[in-house]
């Protein structure tokens, strides 16, 4: 019995959290429900990396500034057989749906699934292959990267927006776990505004950043560039019915680009690390929706080219 059921004897049992993919922010959310005392399970990807998990202790360690705690989190691989209310899809965009898909036989008929990938293309694609079943989109500020294996280290506080495009009434349960575990976040009726515009703003920065082989705010060294690309994205948000997401997206660049001046962006880091990045779920979007829309992009597909042309020269994917 868990120290809330003490608490609330009388109290239904809380939902259990299973998180798909234990990485960065996976990690980020999974030691911040376990302090919080709500059930956490991991699912990771064999069995592999669930032995080795054991070998390592079975914890998670989750470092803020210089605090350094261990989380005892339970774990197992998506062959295990408790049924699945809750999911929390924490792995890349290019990874989700067949991830979600080994784990359709266990998910409930009233499974919540939220969704924390960056960039668009990826959820549709769980969205189609879960339903029913309620599906919660999130775009996310906050900041997490690996230090080591199972350590995760909690970079920049930020923001977590949730929604959901077929139903606007909050799931209240949820929400308040994330209280409960102080994830700073809001409900929106407009999950899909936030993250075209995440999209476009990652689209304007991530890629230029990677091509000048510079942090964010070397890009102010390429102003006419930024403006080009600017327009062209608040064209095509336009066009797909995305009004909201376009007004002012040049001067919210800017202002991002200074915010985040000393930071490397997150495809430049990935591309420094040799890993693959999301620019399936970014560019590649952006410019099947603007061939969708019969939108000319010029700027922001020959950046696409040349973004996959430099990733091929690394022999890095660009799907
Ligand atoms: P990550 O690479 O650190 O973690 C992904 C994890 O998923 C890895 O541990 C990987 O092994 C695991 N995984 C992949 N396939 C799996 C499977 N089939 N079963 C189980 N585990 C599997 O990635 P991340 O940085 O945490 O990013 C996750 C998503 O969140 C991305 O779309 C990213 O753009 C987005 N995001 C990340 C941050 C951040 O600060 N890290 C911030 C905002 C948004
Ligand atoms: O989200 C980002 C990223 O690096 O992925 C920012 C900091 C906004 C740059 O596009």
């Given at each position: 019995m868990s120290d809330r059921d003490l608490l609330h004897?009388?109290?239904s049992p809380a939902t259990a959290w299973h998180i798909l993919g234990a990485g960065s922010l996976g990690g980020l959310w999974a030691t911040r429900l376990a302090r919080a005392g709500l059930p956490v399970r991991l699912i990771l990807r064999d069995a592999a990396r669930l032995a080795a998990y054991r070998a390592h202790g079975s914890h998670l360690t989750l470092i803020e500034q210089d605090r350094c705690v261990q989380w005892p989190i339970p774990a197992e691989t998506a062959d295990g057989s408790e049924p699945i209310e809750r999911l929390l899809v924490a792995c890349k965009a290019y990874d989700a749906e067949q991830a979600v898909a080994a784990l359709r036989p266990r998910l409930s008929a009233q499974a919540d699934v939220i969704l924390l990938q960056n960039g668009l293309g990826s959820q549709e694609a769980v969205a189609a292959l879960i339903q029913p079943r309620r599906c919660i989109f999130a775009s996310s500020t906050e900041g997490a990267f690996r230090e080591a294996d199972w350590q995760v280290r909690f970079a920049g506080h930020g923001f977590t927006w949730l929604g959901d495009v077929q139903d606007p009434a909050a799931p209240t349960a949820l929400l308040d776990d994330l209280h409960t575990a102080g994830i700073s976040h809001e409900w929106t009726p407009d999950i899909l505004t936030r993250l075209w515009r995440k999209l476009a703003l990652n689209c304007a920065i991530n890629p230029l950043t990677v091509l000048h082989d510079c942090?964010?705010?070397?890009l102010l060294e390429h102003p006419c560039e930024v403006a080009t690309l600017c327009q062209e994205l608040t064209e095509l948000l336009q066009r797909c019915g995305q009004p909201v997401a376009a007004h002012d997206l040049h001067s919210d660049v800017l202002r991002v680009i200074q915010a985040t001046a000393a930071n490397y962006s997150s495809m430049y880091q990935d591309v420094a690390h040799g890993r693959r990045t999301e620019i399936a779920y970014l560019l590649g979007y952006v410019s099947a929706a603007a061939r969708r829309h019969h939108c000319t992009i010029p700027h922001v597909q020959q950046l696409h080219h040349r973004l996959c042309q430099h990733l091929a020269a690394k022999g890095l994917r660009s799907d």
């Open positions: 004897p009388l109290a942090r964010n705010g070397g």
